[in-house]
Nanobody, 117 residues
Framework: QVQLVESGGGLVQPGGSLRLSCAGS????????MGWYRQAPGKQRELVAS???????TYADSVKGRFTISSDSAKKTVYLQMNSLRLEDTAVYYC???????????WGQGTQVTVSS
């Protein structure tokens, strides 16, 4: 069984930085991509960034140039470095592990990021 545990959320002022971590446990073999999603109150969950097993990255337009996703396969950990945070980045951030065959998605419990002055 795969478990994902996020950490690193918190309260930060606009313009500040946070680094989120997602530690995986169990069999992480065969996953095609890991990603970070976020959900703000009253909004749908949206993809923030993803990284494929080959190292390719994808970002939402709203975070390009500010956020960086990276992974450490030996530690089964995915990171999200968030710089120049804005009020609109406030949300619960969820880690995701995606597998194509057989299709399966795993989710972490989420970590709150609040950007406020």
């Amino acid at each position: 069984q795969v478990q994902l545990v996020e950490s690193g959320g918190g309260l930060v002022q606009p313009g500040g930085s946070l680094r989120l971590s997602c530690a995986g446990s169990g069999s992480m073999f065969g996953f095609n991509a890991m990603g970070w999603y976020r959900q703000a109150p009253g909004k749908q969950r949206e993809l923030v960034a993803s990284i494929s097993s080959g190292g390719s990255t994808t970002y939402a337009d709203s975070v390009k140039g500010r956020f960086t996703i990276s992974s450490d396969s030996a530690k089964k950990t995915v990171y999200l470095q968030m710089n120049s945070l804005r009020l609109e980045d406030t949300a619960v951030y969820y880690c995701n592990a995606h597998r194509v065959l057989p299709p399966r998605d795993y989710w972490g419990q989420g970590t709150q990021v609040t950007v406020s002055s």
